[in-house]
């Protein structure tokens, strides 16, 4: 059975997204980005220089790794736009990771502008991917804008604080109809095969595995556990329950 992931049309062979944040250098970059297997990596546009090529694009291109530019560090939604219109022009990819955070304390999500920003994004052409709380109404609204895919929170950014409060995600995976995709605050292996227990369709994150005593060997790590939590789910848990229940069927019953 054909079980690739599908974000708005491309197909995508793995189901862990990287971010390229906090590495200490390219080569340890280099090293997590392969043992984790990632088909597309998120890079900050406000960070780098397209025009004259840096460090980390020429890495991604030359590992063959599709490029996902985000909108970290705009606060409006004008910021927004601006910087994913100057992203596809100088990475020539309709692909966008919008975010719009409300503040540097917190770095959520801005609702308002966030879904503001999407609107225009989608009217513009692109295929939008919104960094966004884990709130299943904004989660809806934000596919009926037309997002390709919605990316709900675990916790904030950089916390490393795991997924709190997993039954919204639940609830947002319920409801969607395109790909979920769990973004920031995983912190471990066992949180990311959370989430694809609870449904996701993909795991993005980054300074779980940058920032990592052993990057390489989390990134390996993150990649088992998304497959882990991909198959978990498919295969269907046991129901809870309240009483033990034998595993061996009593013979005298």
């Not at 409801?175 to 227990?197: H, R, W």
């Not at 088992?224 to 595993?247: D, F, M, N, T």
Request: proline share 5%; net charge negative; glycine share 10%.
């Amino acid at each position: 059975m054909d079980d690739t992931l599908v974000i708005g049309g491309r197909k995508i062979s793995s189901r862990l997204i990287m971010g390229t944040g906090g590495a200490a250098n390219l080569e340890v970059l280099e090293r997590a980005l392969v043992a984790s297997g990632t088909a597309l990596t998120t890079v900050a546009m406000r960070r780098v220089d397209a025009a004259t090529g840096t460090g980390v694009l020429d890495l991604l291109r030359r590992l063959g790794i599709e490029v996902l530019p985000n909108t970290a560090g705009c606060r409006t939604a004008a910021e927004a736009v601006l910087t994913a219109q100057l992203a596809r022009e100088a990475l020539e990819t309709d692909l966008v990771k919008l975010e719009v955070v409300a503040d540097e304390r917190t770095l959520l999500p801005d609702p308002i502008e966030l879904l503001d920003a999407a609107e225009q994004l989608v009217d513009d052409g692109f295929t939008v991917l919104p960094y966004t709380n884990d709130d299943p109404v904004l989660a809806r609204k934000l596919e009926q804008a037309g997002c390709a895919a919605v990316m709900p929170l675990g916790s904030p950014i950089g916390t490393g604080l795991g997924i709190r409060n997993p039954h919204n995600i639940a609830m947002i995976v319920e409801a969607a109809g395109v790909p979920v995709v769990l973004d920031a605050g995983i912190g471990t292996a066992s949180e990311a095969a959370q989430a694809m227990e609870l449904g996701c369709d993909a795991v993005l994150l980054a300074t779980a595995v940058t920032r990592a005593a052993d990057p390489e060997r989390m990134a390996l790590a993150m990649r088992l556990g998304v497959e882990a939590g991909r198959a978990a789910h498919g295969a269907g848990r046991i129901p809870r329950r309240y009483w033990a229940q034998a595993s061996s069927p009593d013979p005298d019953a």
